[in-house]
């Protein structure tokens, strides 16, 4: 089972920047794909962004796009990043890693099925 940990989250205020990072242990090798998610009190889990690992093509949610940039370390690519800039109230949630045995394509990109291993959660609250 592959154990995934989130770090970075916090408390910003609008218009401010938090990077997120997500590192992977344990049976990595079969790890094809990697993504973030997040979920807002009442709301459904929603996906944000993921890569392809080692491939590096990388989708993103409309909501985030121009503002969030998904990454995995050059030297390590059971290390990924997530970048927000320019956060704004709305993106305030728990944001879970994610990582998966398959290659995220097609409508599948954002889909939390094709994920079997997930984070515990890192929480971003951004204030207006």
């Known amino acids: 089972q592959v154990q995934l940990v989130e770090s970075g989250g916090g408390s910003v205020q609008a218009g401010g920047s938090l990077t997120l990072s997500c590192a992977a242990s344990?049976?990595?090798?079969?790890?094809?794909?990697m993504g973030w998610f997040r979920q807002a009190p009442g709301k459904e889990r929603e996906g944000v962004a993921s890569?392809?690992?080692?491939?590096?093509?990388?989708?993103y949610a409309d909501s985030v796009k121009g503002r969030f940039t998904i990454s995995q370390d050059n030297a390590n690519t059971t290390v990924m990043y997530l970048q927000m800039n320019n956060l704004k109230p709305e993106d305030t949630a728990m944001y879970y890693c994610?990582?998966?045995?398959?290659?995220?394509?097609?409508?599948?990109?954002?889909?939390?099925?094709?994920?079997?291993?997930w984070g515990q959660g890192t929480q971003v609250t951004v204030s207006s």
């Open positions: 344990a049976l990595t090798s079969g790890i094809k794909c």
């Open positions: 994610a990582a998966g045995p398959f290659y995220c394509v097609g409508r599948s990109v954002l889909s939390s099925a094709i994920f079997g291993n």
């Open positions: 890569i392809n690992s080692g491939a590096g093509n990388s989708f």
